[in-house]
T-cell receptor, first 114, second 114 residues
Framework: SQTIHQWPATLVQPVGSPLSLECTVE??????LYWYRQAAGRGLQLLFY??????ISSEVPQNLSASRPQDRQFILSSKKLLLSDSGFYLC?????????????FGAGSRLTVL | AQSVTQLDSHVSVSEGTPVLLRCNYS??????LFWYVQHPNKGLQLLLK??????LVKGINGFEAEFKKSETSFHLTKPSAHMSDAAEYFC????????????FGSGTKLNVKP
């Protein structure tokens, strides 16, 4: 069976510090990978998605970036955090290819920027 | 353009009474529709999905939803609420032409009173 892992679960960072959130998927190959952010009262916002190694699509211009160094690894980064980066970050995956495949989410990473 | 509207931001029911969470969508194409549940500080879990098969879809934990094309609705129901159903629920739509775009509703918080 497939599993998705996300870490760290919680993070408190000062403004201007760097960020790295990591997500890995097990039990499948060539998944489509996604980063979403859930800010208080604002629903889910798609930040990045990837259909393969090194292929990143950005949905929202911001000071965040994403990378996919390996097939089942997806990393969300920032060089300098802003207060507005606070939120709940969710990684998700779905099978590649056509068909209404399901999005499966990780447990999330709570980021507080002070 | 595609959009998802969850008509109630908060719903409160008593334990043992029926649950109705409303969702309407707009789409120019054949949609696939999903309901997800999120407990506090957790990831999103799939409850059920509609992908152009039977219009009445049964999901986990006794939930079901009916796809009504004429009304562009996909309301979530449960005959009898349980305390453990208290959570936030998201209606989601995706389109056959672009499975990387999942459109999330703004969420409905369900409160279950003892």
């Amino acid at each position: 069976s497939q599993t998705i892992h996300q870490w760290p679960a919680t993070l408190v960072q000062p403004v201007g510090s760097p960020l790295s959130l990591e997500c890995t998927v097990e039990g499948t190959s060539n998944p489509n990978l996604y980063w979403y952010r859930q800010a208080a009262g604002r629903g889910l916002q798609l930040l990045f998605y990837s259909v393969g190694i090194g292929q990143i699509s950005s949905e929202v211009p911001q000071n965040l970036s994403a990378s996919r160094p390996q097939d089942r690894q997806f990393i969300l980064s920032s060089k300098k955090l802003l207060l507005s980066d606070s939120g709940f970050y969710l990684c998700a995956w779905r099978r590649s290819g056509s068909g209404a495949n399901v999005l499966t989410f990780g447990a999330g990473s709570r980021l507080t920027v002070l | 353009a595609q959009s998802v509207t969850q008509l109630d931001s908060h719903v409160s029911v008593s334990e043992g009474t029926p649950v109705l969470l409303r969702c309407n969508y707009s789409s120019s194409y054949s949609p696939s529709l999903f309901w997800y549940v999120q407990h506090p500080n957790k990831g999103l879990q799939l409850l059920l999905k509609y992908t152009s098969a039977a219009t009445l879809v049964k999901g986990i934990n006794g939930f079901e939803a009916e796809f009504k094309k004429s009304e562009t609705s996909f309301h979530l129901t449960k005959p009898s609420a349980h305390m453990s159903d208290a959570a936030e629920y998201f209606c989601v739509v995706t389109l056959e032409r672009d499975f990387n775009k999942f459109y999330f509703g703004s969420g409905t918080k369900l409160n279950v009173k003892p």
